[in-house]
């Protein structure tokens, strides 16, 4: 999501994030489907329709579907795309490409994000170095999510991950509290300075969501309106989980069940 305003933060029941967990699981399995049909020659409309169906066929709702405009029910993005790739039925899949698969759903009334980056087919050894270190930023930015912790906390761990890789993190967009919405208050930077912004508490549920590019930060909008791709036309990574926060630390929910 862009970065927004400060806005009150919604805390969850231990009932409402057993429900979030159900949706986690459903959306984990639909992302893993669309994850394997993942091969050169597919094409984005294809994968949409693969993420479509799959959330339909679990009685769970697509998250994205006409969610203020977007026309697909995935964001597919390729490359130097960063997020919001729109699905096109001429957009094939190449060998050597990485595609980011960001998915979300709607159960019980409860929203569910997450994303993911794989390679088509056989790919760069600099570009699975780059996936692998937007997955473990992330992993590194969910340990923190502890209560009595700070949002800064977050953004520290997954920045001091990948800087010293040589790689910058998007600033233009950042996570999000998510629940009955899909974006919520708080937004959750992947970049800061640990002990600072908001106290994390139990109840929280947040979507953390790096967005890693291998060369500067900077990005632009395509002209469909959506499409964020890296100014400098370097590669980009996005991985993402809805992470709740209880009293014994981060549940990721959009793991498999």
């Not at 969850?12 to 050169?40: N, T, Y």
Request: include cysteine.
């Amino acid at each position: 999501m862009p970065v927004t305003t400060a806005q009150a933060v919604e805390i969850k029941s231990k009932d409402e994030i057993k429900i979030m967990r159900e949706a986690g699981v459903i959306l984990a399995a639909a992302l893993e489907k669309v994850a394997e049909a993942v091969a050169p020659g597919v094409t984005t409309l294809e994968l949409d329709k693969v993420a479509e169906s799959e959330i339909r066929k679990r009685k769970a709702t697509p998250a994205f579907l006409n969610y203020r405009g977007f026309p697909a029910t995935i964001c597919i993005s390729i490359n130097s795309e960063v997020v919001h790739g729109i699905p096109k039925k001429d957009r094939k899949l190449e060998a050597g490409d990485i595609v980011s698969l960001d998915l979300g759903c709607i159960w019980k009334g409860f929203y569910s994000d997450s994303a993911v980056t794989v390679p088509v087919g056989k790919v760069a050894k600099s570009e699975t170095d780059l996936i692998e270190a937007t997955r473990v930023s992330l992993e590194k930015g969910i340990e923190q999510m502890w209560p009595g912790k700070r949002l800064g906390d977050i953004g520290a761990a997954v920045q001091g991950h990948v800087e010293p890789k040589g790689y910058s993190v998007v600033r233009s967009f950042v996570g999000h509290g998510i629940g009955r919405a899909l974006h919520e208050a708080p937004a959750v930077a992947n970049y800061g300075k640990p002990g600072t912004g908001l106290r994390i508490v139990e109840g929280m549920v947040l979507a953390v969501e790096p967005m890693v590019n291998k060369g500067g930060p900077d990005v632009k909008i395509l002209s469909d309106g959506w499409t964020a791709v890296t100014t400098d036309g370097s590669l980009s990574a996005h991985f993402e989980h809805s992470i709740a926060v209880t009293e014994n630390g981060p549940v990721v929910l959009t793991l498999p069940g």
